[in-house]
C-alpha cells in the first residue's frame, strides 16, 4: 500500500472547515451578563478601597500626612464628582494629620477641603478626632476650636454624641488652662 499525499484541494478544505468551524464558535460566544460584569467590576473596586483604606490606615500609624495626602487623593480620583469621598478614607486622612501633629490652622483646612471639594460628610469620628489634636495644642487652637465646634453644633453632633462632647470640653479646658 503506498501512502499518497493527499491532493492540495483536499487539504486546504479540511483547515478552511476547521478554521471557519472555529471562527463560527467564537462568534457564537457570548459575552457575560451585564451583572456578571457589574460584580466583577464591584469586587475590583472593593478590593482598591480596602487597599487604599490599608495603606492609609499604615501612613496614619507613622504620621505621614504627605503620602497619606497622596493615597486619598488616588483613592478619591475613582469617585465621581457628584458622589461623596468614603468617610472611612477621610477620616483616617484626618487621623494622620492629628498624628502627625500638623499646626491647627492646617487641621481645619484639611477638614474643610475634605468637605468642600470631596462632599465628605463629617461623622463624630471626624469631630473627635480633630477637636482632641486641638486640645493637644493648647490656646493656640482656640480660634480654630471655635470654628469645629460650631460645625459640630450645625451636623447636630456637638450635644448628640459622647464622644464629640468629651472631645469639646477636652479643648475648652486645655484651651482655658493655657491661657491662665
Not at 451583572?35 to 469586587?43: E, K, L, P, Q, V
Not at 507613622?62 to 487623593?73: G, N, S, V, Y
Not at 477638614?111 to 477637636?131: C, D, E, G, K, Y
Request: charged residues 10%.
Amino acid at each position: 500500500m503506498s501512502h499518497r499525499p493527499p491532493a492540495s484541494g483536499q487539504a486546504s478544505s479540511a483547515s478552511t472547515s476547521w478554521l471557519s468551524t472555529a471562527a463560527a464558535a467564537s462568534q457564537r460566544a457570548t459575552p457575560p451578563p451585564p451583572a456578571a460584569r457589574s460584580i466583577s467590576s464591584t469586587c475590583r473596586r472593593s478590593r482598591k478601597r480596602f487597599l487604599l483604606a490599608k495603606l492609609l490606615s499604615l501612613a496614619a500609624a507613622a504620621a505621614d500626612l504627605p503620602r497619606a495626602e497622596t493615597l486619598f487623593l488616588a483613592a478619591a480620583a475613582g469617585y465621581s464628582s457628584t458622589s461623596s469621598s468614603p468617610p472611612t478614607l477621610a477620616n483616617l486622612l484626618l487621623r494622620t494629620a492629628a498624628a502627625s501633629r500638623a499646626p491647627p490652622h492646617r487641621l481645619v483646612a484639611l477638614f474643610s477641603l475634605l468637605v468642600s471639594r470631596h462632599r465628605f460628610p463629617p461623622n463624630a469620628f471626624s469631630f473627635s478626632t480633630l477637636l482632641a489634636a486641638l486640645a493637644d495644642a493648647g490656646a493656640a487652637a482656640v480660634p480654630h476650636g471655635r470654628v469645629l465646634h460650631a460645625r459640630a453644633l450645625a451636623c447636630g453632633l456637638a450635644l448628640s454624641s459622647a464622644h464629640v462632647l468629651t472631645s469639646l470640653l477636652d479643648l475648652w479646658v486645655n484651651g482655658f488652662y493655657a491661657t491662665v
